[in-house]
C-alpha cells in the first residue's frame, strides 16, 4: 500500500481562517517531503518543501511542519482564500529511490465565503 | 517561463491504436518522470528517467514504454492501448529530485 497517507480527505474552512491538512508517511527512510496544490483541471503545483533534516518551513501563508518522531507532516496555510481551495497533496522521497515521488492520496480543500 | 509541455490536453482513441504523449522541459532538468492519476488512486509513476538514455519503470509500466534520446523531451508510448490506460497523465521535471515541476496533464479516454 501507500506509505503516504492522509488523515481527512475533505476539509472545509471559512475564508479568512487558518487551514490545516496533515499527512502520515510510513517509510523512516524518507528524506524529502513536498507539498503540492491541485486545482480543477490543472496539474499539480509546488506548493512549499521540506528536508528531513528540518522540523519547520516557512512560505508566503503557508508553513510546513515535519515531526519525524510520529512521522507526520502537515500544511498550515493561514488567512485561507478562496483561491486556495483545491485538492493537496503531500509527496515523500525516499533516499535511494532514484528521486521517486510516493504521493498521498489527497485532501479536497474547500473555502467557503 | 520555466515550464513542462504536454501535448495533446485531450485525446480519445480507440483500442489498439498506437499514440504517443509528448512532454518537453526548458529547464535543462536531468530527471523526468510520467505519473497517471485516477480517482481513490492517487498520482503513481509509470516510468522515469534519471538521464539521456537512462530510463526505467516506476510503478504500474505495463502497457506503456518511454524514451529518452535528448534531455528536454521525454514521449510516454502507449502501443496498443487499452480502456484502463483511461487516465489523466503527468509529466513532470526536476533537478536532482528537488522541486518536481510538472506539465498541465493530458486527458486520455480509450475506447
Known amino acids: 500500500g501507500e506509505s503516504v497517507g492522509l488523515h481527512l480527505p475533505t476539509l472545509s474552512v471559512q475564508e479568512g481562517d487558518n487551514s490545516i491538512i496533515n499527512c502520515a508517511y510510513s517509510n523512516s527512510a524518507s528524506d524529502y517531503f513536498i507539498w503540492y496544490k491541485q486545482e480543477s483541471g490543472k496539474g499539480p503545483q509546488f506548493i512549499i518543501d521540506?528536508?528531513?533534516?528540518?522540523d519547520k518551513r516557512q512560505g508566503q501563508r503557508v508553513t510546513v511542519l515535519l515531526n519525524k518522531t510520529v512521522k507526520h507532516l502537515s500544511l498550515q496555510i493561514a488567512a485561507t482564500q478562496p483561491g486556495d481551495s483545491a485538492v493537496y497533496f503531500c509527496a515523500e522521497n525516499i533516499v535511494g529511490s532514484n528521486y521517486k515521488l510516493t504521493f498521498g492520496k489527497g485532501t479536497l480543500l474547500t473555502v467557503n465565503p | 517561463e520555466a515550464q513542462v509541455t504536454q501535448n495533446p490536453r485531450y485525446l480519445i482513441t480507440v483500442t489498439g491504436k498506437k499514440l504517443t504523449v509528448t512532454c518537453s522541459q526548458n529547464m535543462n532538468h536531468e530527471y523526468m518522470s510520467w505519473y497517471r492519476q485516477d480517482p481513490g488512486l492517487g498520482l503513481r509513476q509509470i516510468y522515469y528517467s534519471m538521464n539521456v538514455e537512462v530510463t526505467d519503470k516506476g510503478d504500474v509500466p505495463e502497457g506503456y514504454k518511454v524514451s529518452r534520446k535528448e534531455k528536454r523531451n521525454f514521449p510516454l508510448i502507449l502501443e496498443s492501448p487499452s480502456p484502463n490506460q483511461t487516465s489523466l497523465y503527468f509529466c513532470?521535471?526536476?533537478?536532482?529530485?528537488?522541486?518536481?515541476?510538472f506539465g498541465s496533464g493530458t486527458r486520455l479516454t480509450v475506447v
Open positions: 521540506i528536508r528531513s533534516n528540518m
Open positions: 513532470a521535471s526536476s533537478l536532482a529530485g528537488v522541486g518536481y515541476t
